[in-house]
């Protein structure tokens, strides 16, 4: 990560209120639970999920 990008994104962030980053954030959220809703996972989304559930469940 470059100190250039930490500055610029906290720039950024200085244009919006607490509330209107809450508002942001909801509606991202949001948007991302209808796409999630779409997904069809495969036989190989499932051994891929399952395999990184089993590795993090080993620590």
Same mark, same amino acid.
């Given at each position: @990560?470059? &100190?250039?990008?930490?500055?610029?994104?906290?720039?950024?962030?200085?244009?919006?209120?607490?509330? &209107?980053?809450? &508002?942001?954030?909801?509606?991202? !959220?949001?948007?991302? @639970? !209808?796409?999630?809703?779409?997904?069809?996972?495969?036989?190989?989304?499932? &051994?891929?999920?399952?395999?990184?559930?089993?590795?993090?469940?080993?620590?």
């Amino acid at each position: @990560m470059k &100190e250039a990008d930490v500055v610029a994104f906290l720039n950024f962030r200085r244009k919006f209120s607490k509330r &209107e980053w809450h &508002e942001l954030n909801r509606a991202v !959220e949001a948007r991302e @639970m !209808e796409k999630a809703d779409k997904i069809e996972l495969d036989d190989l989304d499932l &051994e891929i999920i399952l395999s990184k559930l089993n590795v993090l469940s080993e620590f």
